[in-house]
């Protein structure tokens, strides 16, 4: 072969490697920090399960979910604008004292190993290649992937490896609150930790570096000290900087979950070197107006006082939450998807919630013909979804909360840098059930009005902003077409739990 042609093939082959390369590099920190992370949560157990009898059991010769069936789903995912995924744990499970038939996947049995039970045993792949498989298959398609860190240990782990463990006096692990199957973990203080605990989290970062993940999301981060997360953080950013640490955490935690248990708060966790945490959103089932808009102030602030950037996750529902079906009713979920699609922070759901999940199982707590632990009742908590058992795959038939959620997040991708960039103006309502705020960005504006109250309706309401006047045209991208332009505000009327989101066409500066 000729010697330049040969040198020519050399560099063009050495481009495109470069160029795989450089498109698969994770830039999840950056998504992440940039408010541009649209995470959904995801069971790996049930993601994909196959459940053809309809008994909403994985049972006979029936598939549940597991790494290699996942990826057939992530077309779908796509679709609706998810570009991160936080896949709740990957770690075994444990058998003893255990709870549900399949036993709970925050009951880790170890932090080193992935489950079999998420591992497809007719593959020729062996359990970290189907691994790898599904993160390659995200990345194809723009999606990143955080993996759950386990807060606790089963007492199965408890029994193999006493010295990562919490004993009392008489040398018996603790149950931390009512937690009944895991054990609290020994991690020490920040003046001394302990090292073997240290030994096994770092285990666990080289597995899910080895996996091609992009992150981790730490499950009740508060309960481990200061200086065990700058170890486990610098260790993994030593291999990869673009590496998201999220901490489970929020402003509303005030203690431990036990006496046994260390506490970190929120705002420590990040100066530890967490990205984010999640904020107390989730109470927003309970909030007036004044407290939703003051929450949201506070997150803003709180995250500019940081020299490094930081963000928050909008964890309206997350699955330690009841449905939202289920406590407010379906407006309940339209509304979050608009303000997961409008707040300036990063917009978070799990996998059902889309489609109008209840997470309401037909043989929930009763009695199992079998088990694979020490629990022969499928045990779950109502309305949440399934982590204890071989479970149907999450989704619903609510067309209206799938077709606000498509409509919500294609508005935001459409405006990206609005939501991600623009300015967070709250509105005063003088009605403490209604909330309103606008974003703007240069000449792009919407305002967003909604009823807190999901029984009774809100009625002669009238939100006022200066840039509006009868020429005004408004675009309605969600709720009732019941509004009104008087001088230099909008009149209207909303029902129980409706979010109105209005984008201004025509901007007037005065």
Known sequence: ???????????????????????????????????????????????????????????????????????????????????????????????????????????????????????????????????????????KRGIRVIIDLPSCGAYDLFLTHPELFIKDSRQCSIVPTDWTDVRLLQTGSNKRLNQDLIDAHKKFVDLVLDMGADGIRADVATIKPYNFWVE?????????????????????????????????????????????????????????????????????????????????????????????????????????????????????????????????????????????????????????????????????DNENILNNFKKAYDFRQNNIELISKGSFNPIKTDNDKVFAYSRCLKNQKIIVIGNLDFKKPQNGLCVKDRNINRKTELELLAGNDNIKVVKHSIHTDLNPGEIKVIQLKKIINK
Not at 38 to 65: V, Y
Not at 256 to 272: D, G, H, R, V
Not at 334 to 363: E, H, K, R, V
Request: aromatic residues 14%; negative net charge; contains cysteine.
């Open 1 to 139: 072969m000729n010697k330049k042609i040969f040198i020519t093939l050399s560099v063009l082959i050495s481009l495109c490697n470069m160029t795989t390369w450089a498109g698969d590099k994770n830039n999840l920190r950056e998504l992440f920090l940039n408010n541009k992370a649209n995470i959904c949560a995801i069971n790996l157990r049930t993601f994909n399960a196959n459940d053809t009898n309809g008994n909403e059991i994985i049972d006979g010769d029936e598939e549940s979910g597991n790494f290699l069936n996942a990826i057939k789903r992530l077309d779908e995912l796509k679709k609706l604008n998810i570009n991160t995924l936080h896949v709740l744990p990957i770690t075994p499970t444990g058998r003893l004292k255990a709870l549900g038939t399949a036993g709970s996947v925050y009951a880790a049995e170890n932090f080193w190993s992935i489950n079999p039970q998420i591992v497809d045993q007719k593959s020729e792949l062996n359990d970290i290649e189907q691994a790898r498989r599904f993160v390659q298959e995200c990345h």
């Open 232 to 396: 486990i953080i610098n260790y993994a950013r030593a291999k990869d900087p673009q590496f998201l640490f999220l901490a489970e955490a929020s402003d509303s935690w005030r203690e431990p979950p036990s006496i046994y248990a260390e506490f970190t708060p929120y705002n420590k966790l990040l100066q530890a070197g967490f990205d984010g945490y999640y904020g107390s959103f989730f109470n927003l089932k309970d909030w007036n107006a004044e407290q939703f808009i003051q929450h949201i102030k506070f997150n803003l602030e709180l995250l500019n006082s940081f020299k490094e950037p930081k963000s928050v996750i909008l964890s309206f529902t997350t699955h330690d939450e009841v449905s939202p079906i289920l406590l407010h009713g379906e407006n309940f979920s339209i509304m979050i998807s608009w303000l997961n699609a409008t707040l300036p922070f990063n917009p978070y759901c799990i996998d059902g919630f889309f489609s109008g999940d209840t997470y309401l199982y037909q043989w929930a707590n009763t009695k199992a013909s079998k088990s694979e632990t020490d629990d022969d009742y499928y045990f779950v908590h109502r309305g949440k979804m399934d982590l204890f058992n071989f479970s149907r795959k999450p989704g619903g």
